[in-house]
Protein backbone atom coordinates (compact mmCIF):
# COMPACT_ATOMS: atom_id res chain seq x y z
CA UNK A 1 0.00 0.00 0.00
CA UNK A 2 1.58 3.47 -0.77
CA UNK A 3 1.15 5.76 1.77
CA UNK A 4 -0.48 9.23 0.66
CA UNK A 5 0.17 12.76 1.21
CA UNK A 6 -2.35 15.17 0.12
CA UNK A 7 -1.57 18.74 -0.37
CA UNK A 8 -4.96 21.11 -0.27
CA UNK A 9 -5.04 24.77 -1.40
CA UNK A 10 -7.94 26.88 -2.98
CA UNK A 11 -7.29 26.46 -6.42
CA UNK A 12 -5.65 22.91 -6.27
CA UNK A 13 -5.00 19.31 -4.71
CA UNK A 14 -1.76 17.41 -5.21
CA UNK A 15 -1.63 13.85 -3.84
CA UNK A 16 1.69 11.72 -3.50
CA UNK A 17 -0.34 8.13 -3.76
CA UNK A 18 -1.76 5.26 -6.36
CA UNK A 19 -4.23 7.13 -8.24
CA UNK A 20 -6.63 3.89 -8.44
CA UNK A 21 -6.77 3.95 -5.09
CA UNK A 22 -7.36 7.77 -4.44
CA UNK A 23 -10.12 7.53 -7.69
CA UNK A 24 -12.72 6.61 -5.56
CA UNK A 25 -12.17 9.74 -3.37
CA UNK A 26 -13.27 12.09 -5.99
CA UNK A 27 -16.97 12.64 -6.01
CA UNK A 28 -19.51 12.12 -8.88
CA UNK A 29 -19.51 13.96 -11.81
CA UNK A 30 -17.15 16.84 -10.13
CA UNK A 31 -14.57 16.96 -13.34
CA UNK A 32 -14.74 18.44 -16.24
CA UNK A 33 -11.74 17.48 -18.31
CA UNK A 34 -9.34 14.59 -17.39
CA UNK A 35 -6.34 15.68 -19.52
CA UNK A 36 -3.42 12.95 -18.24
CA UNK A 37 -0.38 11.17 -19.81
CA UNK A 38 -0.06 7.59 -18.59
CA UNK A 39 3.01 5.71 -18.80
CA UNK A 40 4.11 4.46 -22.34
CA UNK A 41 5.47 0.88 -21.35
CA UNK A 42 8.53 2.28 -23.78
CA UNK A 43 10.92 -0.13 -21.88
CA UNK A 44 8.70 -3.01 -22.66
CA UNK A 45 9.29 -2.84 -26.36
CA UNK A 46 12.91 -0.74 -26.35
CA UNK A 47 15.65 -1.16 -23.97
CA UNK A 48 19.36 0.46 -23.51
CA UNK A 49 20.60 3.97 -23.94
CA UNK A 50 21.20 5.12 -27.63
CA UNK A 51 23.31 7.57 -28.26
CA UNK A 52 22.65 11.10 -29.75
CA UNK A 53 25.14 12.86 -31.63
CA UNK A 54 25.65 16.20 -29.81
CA UNK A 55 22.90 15.41 -27.01
CA UNK A 56 22.73 13.32 -23.96
CA UNK A 57 22.04 9.56 -24.80
CA UNK A 58 18.34 8.74 -24.80
CA UNK A 59 17.37 6.24 -22.15
CA UNK A 60 14.71 3.94 -22.58
CA UNK A 61 14.85 1.83 -19.40
CA UNK A 62 12.17 5.00 -17.65
CA UNK A 63 12.31 2.93 -14.59
CA UNK A 64 10.13 0.97 -12.55
CA UNK A 65 7.13 3.08 -13.27
CA UNK A 66 7.27 3.08 -16.86
CA UNK A 67 7.20 -0.96 -16.13
CA UNK A 68 3.39 -0.97 -14.59
CA UNK A 69 1.40 -1.45 -17.66
CA UNK A 70 -1.72 0.42 -17.73
CA UNK A 71 -5.39 -1.00 -18.31
CA UNK A 72 -7.52 1.01 -19.95
CA UNK A 73 -10.68 -1.20 -18.80
CA UNK A 74 -9.64 -0.27 -15.00
CA UNK A 75 -10.43 3.21 -15.67
CA UNK A 76 -13.25 3.61 -17.35
CA UNK A 77 -15.75 3.44 -15.35
CA UNK A 78 -14.14 5.33 -12.66
CA UNK A 79 -13.60 8.23 -15.04
CA UNK A 80 -16.94 8.15 -15.69
CA UNK A 81 -18.27 8.17 -12.97
CA UNK A 82 -15.65 11.82 -11.95
CA UNK A 83 -17.11 13.11 -15.54
CA UNK A 84 -19.30 15.82 -15.99
CA UNK A 85 -21.75 15.11 -18.86
CA UNK A 86 -20.37 17.78 -20.69
CA UNK A 87 -16.78 16.60 -19.86
CA UNK A 88 -13.84 15.72 -21.75
CA UNK A 89 -11.23 13.31 -21.21
CA UNK A 90 -7.73 13.56 -23.29
CA UNK A 91 -5.35 10.86 -22.76
CA UNK A 92 -1.31 10.77 -24.16
CA UNK A 93 -0.83 7.59 -25.59
CA UNK A 94 1.90 5.59 -27.59
CA UNK A 95 0.88 3.37 -31.04
CA UNK A 96 1.27 0.41 -29.24
CA UNK A 97 -1.52 1.34 -26.54
CA UNK A 98 -4.08 3.18 -28.28
CA UNK A 99 -5.82 0.38 -29.09
CA UNK A 100 -6.17 -0.60 -25.59
CA UNK A 101 -8.04 2.68 -24.97
CA UNK A 102 -9.71 2.27 -28.32
CA UNK A 103 -11.29 -1.28 -27.16
CA UNK A 104 -11.81 0.12 -23.13
CA UNK A 105 -13.50 3.31 -23.96
CA UNK A 106 -15.34 3.49 -27.29
CA UNK A 107 -18.27 1.75 -26.42
CA UNK A 108 -18.70 3.94 -23.45
CA UNK A 109 -18.50 7.63 -25.13
CA UNK A 110 -20.67 8.70 -28.03
CA UNK A 111 -17.02 9.81 -29.23
CA UNK A 112 -13.52 8.06 -29.73
CA UNK A 113 -10.99 10.40 -31.76
CA UNK A 114 -7.33 10.59 -31.59
CA UNK A 115 -5.45 14.09 -31.83
CA UNK A 116 -1.79 14.21 -32.60
CA UNK A 117 1.35 16.14 -31.22
CA UNK A 118 3.89 16.45 -33.81
CA UNK A 119 7.12 17.38 -32.15
CA UNK A 120 8.91 19.55 -34.75
CA UNK A 121 12.87 18.71 -32.69
CA UNK A 122 12.44 14.91 -32.11
CA UNK A 123 15.25 12.79 -31.43
CA UNK A 124 17.18 12.16 -34.31
CA UNK A 125 17.51 8.40 -36.28
CA UNK A 126 21.20 7.66 -36.45
CA UNK A 127 19.85 4.56 -38.83
CA UNK A 128 18.00 5.43 -41.67
CA UNK A 129 15.71 2.56 -41.41
CA UNK A 130 12.93 3.94 -40.40
CA UNK A 131 10.54 7.24 -39.68
CA UNK A 132 11.74 9.87 -36.94
CA UNK A 133 9.58 9.35 -33.63
CA UNK A 134 8.08 12.46 -34.24
CA UNK A 135 4.44 12.18 -33.13
CA UNK A 136 2.56 11.36 -30.15
CA UNK A 137 -0.75 10.20 -30.17
CA UNK A 138 -3.45 11.73 -27.57
CA UNK A 139 -6.91 9.71 -27.37
CA UNK A 140 -10.29 12.10 -26.93
CA UNK A 141 -13.26 10.76 -25.78
CA UNK A 142 -16.64 12.75 -25.06
CA UNK A 143 -20.28 12.92 -25.14
CA UNK A 144 -23.08 14.90 -27.27
CA UNK A 145 -22.98 18.26 -25.67
CA UNK A 146 -19.68 18.51 -24.67
CA UNK A 147 -17.69 21.38 -23.73
CA UNK A 148 -15.15 22.69 -27.09
CA UNK A 149 -14.33 26.00 -27.47
CA UNK A 150 -13.20 27.10 -31.40
CA UNK A 151 -12.24 30.36 -32.50
CA UNK A 152 -10.78 30.13 -35.67
CA UNK A 153 -10.44 26.84 -38.47
CA UNK A 154 -7.02 26.57 -37.40
CA UNK A 155 -7.89 25.24 -34.14
CA UNK A 156 -9.82 22.58 -35.29
CA UNK A 157 -7.25 20.54 -36.35
CA UNK A 158 -6.58 17.58 -34.61
CA UNK A 159 -3.09 18.11 -34.06
CA UNK A 160 -0.76 20.84 -32.05
CA UNK A 161 2.94 21.03 -33.63
CA UNK A 162 5.22 22.60 -30.70
CA UNK A 163 8.94 21.21 -29.58
CA UNK A 164 9.46 18.75 -27.34
CA UNK A 165 10.16 20.39 -23.79
CA UNK A 166 13.64 21.91 -23.76
CA UNK A 167 15.20 23.98 -21.11
CA UNK A 168 14.61 26.25 -19.12
CA UNK A 169 11.40 24.72 -19.10
CA UNK A 170 12.56 21.18 -18.50
CA UNK A 171 13.81 20.23 -15.65
CA UNK A 172 17.17 19.02 -14.70
CA UNK A 173 16.41 17.37 -10.93
CA UNK A 174 14.57 15.48 -11.11
CA UNK A 175 14.53 14.96 -14.85
CA UNK A 176 11.39 13.09 -16.13
CA UNK A 177 11.68 11.74 -19.64
CA UNK A 178 8.11 12.20 -20.60
CA UNK A 179 7.83 16.57 -19.51
CA UNK A 180 5.42 17.63 -22.04
CA UNK A 181 5.93 21.63 -23.13
CA UNK A 182 3.08 23.84 -20.97
CA UNK A 183 2.25 25.24 -24.49
CA UNK A 184 0.71 21.83 -25.76
CA UNK A 185 -1.29 21.25 -22.64
CA UNK A 186 -2.47 24.87 -22.58
CA UNK A 187 -4.38 24.70 -26.20
CA UNK A 188 -5.87 21.11 -24.85
CA UNK A 189 -6.95 23.10 -22.14
CA UNK A 190 -8.50 25.96 -23.73
CA UNK A 191 -10.34 24.17 -26.23
CA UNK A 192 -11.76 21.39 -23.92
CA UNK A 193 -12.75 23.56 -20.69
CA UNK A 194 -13.57 26.53 -19.27
CA UNK A 195 -12.18 29.41 -16.60
CA UNK A 196 -12.81 27.98 -13.55
CA UNK A 197 -13.21 24.54 -14.47
CA UNK A 198 -11.72 21.18 -12.60
CA UNK A 199 -8.92 19.56 -14.19
CA UNK A 200 -7.86 15.86 -12.82
CA UNK A 201 -4.75 14.69 -13.99
CA UNK A 202 -4.39 10.85 -12.46
CA UNK A 203 -0.68 10.80 -13.94
CA UNK A 204 0.40 14.23 -12.86
CA UNK A 205 4.75 13.12 -12.89
CA UNK A 206 6.45 17.15 -12.62
CA UNK A 207 2.74 18.91 -13.03
CA UNK A 208 3.09 20.67 -16.61
CA UNK A 209 -0.65 20.09 -16.50
CA UNK A 210 -1.12 21.81 -12.92
CA UNK A 211 0.75 24.70 -14.56
CA UNK A 212 -1.02 25.09 -17.44
CA UNK A 213 -4.22 24.93 -16.21
CA UNK A 214 -3.62 27.25 -13.04
CA UNK A 215 -2.16 29.59 -15.89
CA UNK A 216 -5.42 30.07 -17.45
CA UNK A 217 -8.00 30.16 -14.76
CA UNK A 218 -8.66 26.58 -13.81
CA UNK A 219 -9.01 24.39 -10.95
CA UNK A 220 -6.59 21.45 -10.86
CA UNK A 221 -6.55 18.09 -8.94
CA UNK A 222 -3.63 15.56 -9.92
CA UNK A 223 -1.97 12.30 -8.77
CA UNK A 224 1.47 11.40 -9.06
CA UNK A 225 2.62 7.80 -7.23
CA UNK A 226 6.81 8.67 -7.45
CA UNK A 227 7.50 10.97 -4.70
CA UNK A 228 10.44 12.96 -6.36
CA UNK A 229 8.10 13.92 -9.36
CA UNK A 230 5.76 15.12 -6.76
CA UNK A 231 7.81 17.35 -4.50
CA UNK A 232 8.96 18.97 -8.45
CA UNK A 233 5.31 19.28 -9.09
CA UNK A 234 4.14 20.96 -6.19
CA UNK A 235 6.73 23.50 -6.12
CA UNK A 236 6.09 24.26 -9.82
CA UNK A 237 2.58 24.29 -9.40
CA UNK A 238 2.63 26.23 -5.84
CA UNK A 239 4.87 28.71 -8.25
CA UNK A 240 2.39 29.19 -10.66
CA UNK A 241 -0.16 29.75 -8.27
CA UNK A 242 1.34 32.66 -6.56
CA UNK A 243 2.00 34.25 -9.76
CA UNK A 244 -1.65 33.79 -11.02
CA UNK A 245 -3.16 35.45 -7.98
CA UNK A 246 -0.76 38.33 -8.06
CA UNK A 247 -2.49 39.06 -11.93
Given at each position: ??KVEKI?A??????N?D????L??I?DH???L??????Y?????S???I?L??R??LN?D???W??????P?A???????????DG????????NL?????????S??D?????V????N????????G?LN??E??A??WN????????T???????F????CM?PER?SNP??P?QK???LL?H??K?ASN???V?????M?V??????A??????Y??????????E??V??I?S??R?????
Open positions: MVKKRYTLVGCLDYSKPSIDILTDPPNIAKYTGNDPGSANLGEDLNEIDFFVQKFKRILKPNIFVFTSYIGKWHAAFDEFTFQFFWHKTPAPKIFKNFSCMICMKGHKWNFTQDEMHNFQSPIRLKHAPVAEIIIEGDVFDPFGGSAGVALKNGRKIGIEIEKLYFAAKRDMDKAIKR
